[in-house]
């Protein structure tokens, strides 16, 4: 692992800017820390409008399809949501590393340079003209043809989530991760020099025996999340041992997870 991830306090926790390419929701989910409420986040989806997709949240287990194509090789991709006349798909694998941004603080996804690559460069070196034909946009109203997974997303796929507390893994006593939403890189990540988590490096970074609490985690990466944090503008990941933190958009080692919705 390159680097530790910033601490994320309560205060920190307290509000976040839910970004465009997220719709709006009713029900609420509580999230919390150590068993501890700390924020309530929003989960579900708007069903009633066509254009918006929603989530089954008691499915566990997704259907997986192939569509486009990353190095010559089919990308799988779980199909998280179909309304009837469209598939929302999630990459089962992060597909590569990239900034969210050049600077360290974006005020949302929609206006970062990674949001500008995902819509256009990756959307043109991924899918064949026949497949740009089935993608629409995510969020008509916000004319986003690829997003990221967002909190209410992860909260309505895999239920509860911890915020990282006292660093990276969390203090050695503490284990409330959710091993769910942890994901594998495809090898373009791996070239690109995503992070990858090694359980012995872990170890060594704690000065203790090898942890086989983590050793679901091995080989898993972190990837970015739509949200940003209201109060300091940093944006929100899932690091590779299933938490949620922050970090600088400028960070380089933090992968992509795409979602897309596409006609059936």
């Known amino acids: 692992m390159k680097k530790l991830v910033k ?38 989806f708007d069903t009633e409008d066509p254009n918006l997709f929603s989530v089954d949240i008691n499915t566990s287990e997704y259907s997986r399809m192939d569509f486009g194509t990353q190095n010559g090789k089919p990308i799988s991709w779980f199909i998280v949501a179909d309304d009837g ?19 360290e603080k974006v005020p949302s996804y929609t206006k970062s340079e990674l949001f500008d690559y995902l819509n256009t ?6 899918f064949s003209s026949e497949d740009k034909q089935k ?3 995510v969020n008509d109203e916000d004319n986003c043809m690829v997003t990221l997974p967002s909190l209410d997303n992860l909260l309505d796929l895999y239920g509860d989530m911890n915020y990282v507390k006292d660093g990276y893994y969390g203090a050695k006593d503490f284990f409330a991760a959710n091993q769910k939403i942890i994901a594998k890189p495809t090898q373009v990540a791996v070239d690109n020099d995503i992070d990858v988590f090694d359980n012995e490096v872990f170890a060594e970074i704690l000065q203790t025996e ?19 944090d209201d109060e300091t503008g940093y944006s929100l990941n899932v690091t590779s041992t299933g938490y949620i933190a922050l970090n600088d958009a400028n960070t380089n080692y933090i992968g992509i997870r795409p979602i897309i919705r596409i006609k059936k």
């Not at 309560?10 to 719709?23: E, H, I, K, N, T």
């Not at 090898?210 to 940003?228: C, H, K, T």
């Open 7 to 44: 601490c994320l306090s309560l205060l920190v926790v307290a509000s976040f800017v839910l970004a465009a390419c997220q719709v709006s929701s009713t029900s609420k989910v509580s999230v919390n820390v150590n068993g501890k409420n700390v924020i309530d986040a929003k989960s579900g």
């Open 85 to 103: 006349d469209h598939l929302v798909l999630m990459s089962e694998k992060v597909l590569d590393v990239k900034k969210m941004d050049s600077k």
């Open 121 to 126: 460069d990756f959307v043109n070196e991924t």
């Open 135 to 137: 993608i629409v946009f």
């Open 210 to 228: 090898v942890d086989d609490r983590y050793e679901f985690a091995n080989g898993s990466v972190p990837y970015w999340v739509l949200n940003v």
